[in-house]
């Protein structure tokens, strides 16, 4: 079991395990500076009772902080659309905890009932984000090319999922 909290002022070191670390963000453009991780964890706490979007800690059974999992809005091809991401600290992973937190955090975004639709961008190449994308219901529209951060060019996936399907 799982369970999502809303972000705390106290997850700094979560964040810097998460987006500060070379292997988690292989398929998301590299670790972010000390700067950027302090910025990042600013906009999280924002995010939390903004209603444009939540940021979640993803937490283990005993207690254990064990990623993340957060959906925001993005413009896409002319409209708002929610767009959701998912991290878990290696330690947790391959157990079916993504899964289970993003299925959790995309019922939040179903009762938030801002956006119809809820899209995710994993890189063509992060297999695992993909099979989750496939697990939980959501189409593949095709790929798509991005730059995260500036400069750094990805090919990704646009997966959506119709929240009121
Ligand atoms: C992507 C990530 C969140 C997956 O976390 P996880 O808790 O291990 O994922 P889960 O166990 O819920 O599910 C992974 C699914 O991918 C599948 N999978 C794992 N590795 C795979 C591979 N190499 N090829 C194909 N499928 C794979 C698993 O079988 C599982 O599917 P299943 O439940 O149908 O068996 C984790 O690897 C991560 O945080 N990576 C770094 C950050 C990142 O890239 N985030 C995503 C940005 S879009």
């Not at 999502?4 to 972010?32: I, K, R, S, Y």
């Not at 878990?88 to 289970?100: C, D, E, M, N, T």
Request: some cysteine.
């Amino acid at each position: 079991m799982v369970s999502l909290e809303p972000w705390g002022d106290g997850d700094l070191p979560l964040v810097q395990q998460l987006m500060g670390d070379p292997a988690m963000t292989e398929h998301l453009g590299g670790p972010e500076s000390p700067e950027k991780l302090v910025e990042r964890q600013h906009r999280y706490e924002q995010l939390a009772g903004s209603g444009e979007g939540r940021m979640l800690k993803i937490v283990e059974e005993n207690g254990e902080a064990a990623g993340s999992v957060g959906y925001w809005e993005k413009e896409w091809r002319g409209g708002q659309v929610w767009e959701i991401g998912w991290m878990v600290l290696p330690a947790f992973q391959g157990r079916g905890i993504a899964g289970r937190a993003t299925e959790q955090a995309i019922a939040l975004a179903q009762a938030d009932g801002r956006h119809r639709f809820l899209h995710a961008f994993p890189s063509v190449e992060n297999a695992p984000s993909n099979a989750i994308c496939r697990k939980l219901g959501f189409s593949l529209l095709g790929a798509c090319d991005f730059e995260f951060p500036p400069g750094h060019p990805m090919r990704c996936n646009d997966w959506q999922l119709d929240l009121e399907a």
